[in-house]
C-alpha cells in the first residue's frame, strides 16, 4: 500500500506489516505545521486500524528529520 497526502506533506508506504511515513517537506526543513499535524494525525488513526500494519517506521525526506513546530504559524 502507498498513499500521499493531497498536498505531499506526507508519504505512507506499507510493505510486509512495515509502515513507514515519510515527512515530506525538506524545504521547511519538515517542521510540524497545523496541516502538518493534521495530516499525520489522520494518517496515524488511520494506521491504528489497519491490519496491515504491524510496525510504523517515521522517516523525513531531506537533510533535517524534523525542525519541530513552525513557528512562524504561531504569530
Do not use: Q, W
Amino acid at each position: 500500500m502507498s498513499a500521499e497526502s493531497p498536498d505531499n506533506l506526507v508519504h505512507v508506504y506499507t510493505e510486509k506489516g512495515i509502515t513507514t511515513v515519510t515527512l515530506n517537506h525538506p524545504e521547511k526543513r519538515n517542521s510540524l505545521s497545523l496541516s502538518m499535524l493534521k495530516v499525520l494525525s489522520s494518517v496515524f488513526s488511520d494506521l491504528e486500524t489497519n491490519p496491515d500494519c504491524r510496525v510504523v517506521v517515521v522517516a523525513a525526506a531531506g537533510h533535517v528529520f524534523c525542525a519541530g513546530h513552525d513557528l512562524k504559524e504561531l504569530k
